[in-house]
């Protein structure tokens, strides 16, 4: 290789690694701003959790064919394999047998993207536009909205969980339809609380899932991609100072070259 092309790979490196540093900056503030929101957002998740946790069967959903599944992921890439860990989820969902008929709402194209090859015909819709800005309750609503027409008992939201900065992994929650929750006997039996208001209630508590699961999912992509960039950066570096290396040695030994030639040109000269 010669010393122009080693330069040439030297420049576009150094070119790389402002980049990849300047996408980690970027991840690390707006982590920063997606914990502040999630702060706030994690009460409304747990305290419907809690509800799920006393007033239904925990093993409701192993009785229950055909689930609705959301698969939380987003637009954009660069972020390690927290998509991928989320469509294996997914696709081990549908395997199952009592899961030909299953639907997923892919919420961000890079679902989309896994689940078209092989389980094209399970895709309900895909939302796009996920992954840029913080996900809203609005966000939220509109996309299990989008979901009314679709003839659902329960529903399964797969994302990424934090686990500490820099490390998540899959999780899932169980959510059912609203008119059979209402049927539950701990439910029903709940005299003191009108029909209406507790229709009401799970209406909200069902997007409020939805929303939780979708701003935790996005904490763990800007933490992922901060990982990402931040190896990236110290993978291209390494890469730079090998290269430095390489460019110096031929660098001296091309003016080492050079000078041998001169010197006995010159003593050519001396002895003519």
Partial sequence: ???????????SYGNINKI????????????????????DVRPFGYGTLSFYKRYTHINMLDHIENHLIFA????????GGIHTAVVKKVKQ?????????????????KSEEMLAKSYKSHILFTVFKIGKDNATFLE???????????????C???????VTKGTSKVDWISIYNTDFLLTVAHIASLEEVEEETMKSYIEFSTVSLLFFAMVENTL???SAR????DAASKNVKTLNEKLSLDYNRKRQFQITSDLIDIVSGSQVITEK
Wanted: charged share 25%; proline share 0%.
């Fill in 140 to 154: 939220a609503s509109k996309i299990f909205n989008e979901c009314n027409y679709a003839e659902f008992i329960a």
């Fill in 72 to 79: 939380i992921t987003s637009d954009r890439g660069l972020c």
């Fill in 220 to 222: 763990c992509e800007h």
């Fill in 93 to 109: 969902e549908l395997d199952r047998s009592d899961q030909q008929l299953a639907k997923v709402v892919c919420v961000g194209q």
């Fill in 20 to 39: 990849t540093s300047s996408l980690k900056l970027v991840s690390a503030a707006k982590m920063a701003k997606t914990e502040r929101l999630l702060k």
């Fill in 156 to 162: 399964q939201i797969f994302y990424n969980r934090i």
């Fill in 226 to 229: 901060m990982v990402a960039m």
């Fill in 1 to 11: 290789m010669s010393l122009r092309s080693i330069q040439k790979k030297i420049q």
